[in-house]
């Protein structure tokens, strides 16, 4: 059942108090001077490292605490709770939260009280600390959407088997690389939780390679992973949102989302050109034609392949099947394309 205030979001009330509280808290915006002075200039795993050193050894806060912090992180512009899994940009949500009022609690279905999301799940890494209490990946969301999503990887879903009032889904994955159950959020959110996901990779670099998640291998994002939280993170930039959770969480905790003060990090670290090298004996046949890229392998039957524009951005990727393929692309200038395998990586310019 929805709570019985929602008449507080209809009419001028709401738009007045939303530019009002929105540009308060856009002009208190700013990164500290110097912080991030001993990344400059870098790129790859140097930046990544580098950026570690500044963010890690935050003030960590007690996993009961965080409720007493979501007003200050997740309060809306209309002071309720900021649920980005139930939250409808430019439309009237279903349901809000009053904040301490509406915290769960049992919970029947949506709409019931709302939680502690770990958009990170807890049990990637073992529910330990700092980790599970880290506000920079915790967000309140509605209960039983959080049950829903559980510990699913995020992902983009072809035919859903559950869908949210908002459009929040759960499904099989249809992003290539991946086949298995998935959550996705809506598009007005995806680029903040891929950055949440960026400053979980960064922050607690030196761990990863002891948790456990479909999104990760090794030390990192795995191929399919890292390809999608790239394109969520350009197809949704920063939003002023973002910006004032990141400032509201460093008078915290006393550390910064370098991906939300510094979109452009994401890229230099993951992105196309970040460090990768070519092989110096290639094993993938790359050849341009008059019709387009024609792609082949001669002995990888599995793999991921993407293509980026002149300009970086990701056009395509597809599951690589062992199959020769001609990818036709319709703009000149250099192109580049990552052919991956579970051994190696691949990149190749191609002018067209």
Not at 130 to 150: C, F
Request: proline share 7%; aromatic share 14%.
């Amino acid at each position: 059942m929805a709570p019985s205030y929602l008449w507080r979001m209809q009419g001028p009330i709401r738009l007045f108090r939303y530019g009002w509280i929105g540009l308060a808290l856009s002009a208190s915006a700013q990164i500290p001077p110097g912080y991030y002075d001993n990344a400059a200039g870098l790129s790859g795993d140097d930046l990544r490292t580098a950026l570690y050193n500044i963010i890690k050894g935050h003030t960590v806060m007690s996993y009961s605490s965080l409720w007493s912090f979501f007003p200050t992180t997740d309060q809306r512009p209309d002071g309720f709770v900021w649920d980005v899994y139930s939250d409808l940009p430019g439309g009237v949500p279903a349901y809000l939260y009053a904040f301490g009022t509406d915290q769960c609690g049992t919970y029947n279905g949506e709409g019931d009280c709302y939680n502690r999301e770990h958009s990170f799940p807890k049990s990637w890494f073992n529910d330990g600390q700092p980790m599970e209490s880290d506000l920079h990946h915790i967000y309140p969301t509605d209960a039983w959407v959080n049950q829903k999503r559980g510990n699913h990887p995020f992902g983009e879903v072809g035919s859903p088997d559950w869908v949210g009032t908002n459009g929040t889904k759960v499904g099989m994955n249809v992003f290539p690389g991946y086949g298995g159950t998935v959550f996705e959020p809506i598009d007005a959110y995806k680029g903040d939780l891929a950055r949440t996901y960026f400053y979980m990779l960064t922050r607690y670099e030196p761990f990863i390679q002891n948790w456990s998640s479909p999104m990760l291998q090794f030390d990192d994002l795995t191929t399919w992973a890292e390809a999608m939280l790239l394109q969520w993170h350009l197809d949704d930039p920063v939003s002023g949102k973002e910006e004032d959770r990141n400032n509201a969480i460093y008078g915290i905790q006393n550390n910064r989302n370098p991906f939300i003060d510094h979109p452009e990090w994401a890229e230099f670290i993951w992105g196309p050109t970040a460090t990768i090298q070519e092989m110096p004996q290639p094993q993938w046949q790359v050849i341009s034609r008059e019709e387009g890229i024609w792609i082949a392998h001669p002995d990888l039957n599995e793999g991921v392949v993407e293509v980026f524009d002149p300009a970086g951005r990701r056009v395509l990727g597809f599951a690589w099947n062992g199959s020769s393929r001609t990818v036709r692309l319709p703009d000149q200038g250099v192109w580049t394309l990552i052919l991956r395998s579970s051994s190696s990586v691949e990149v190749r310019r191609i002018v067209r």
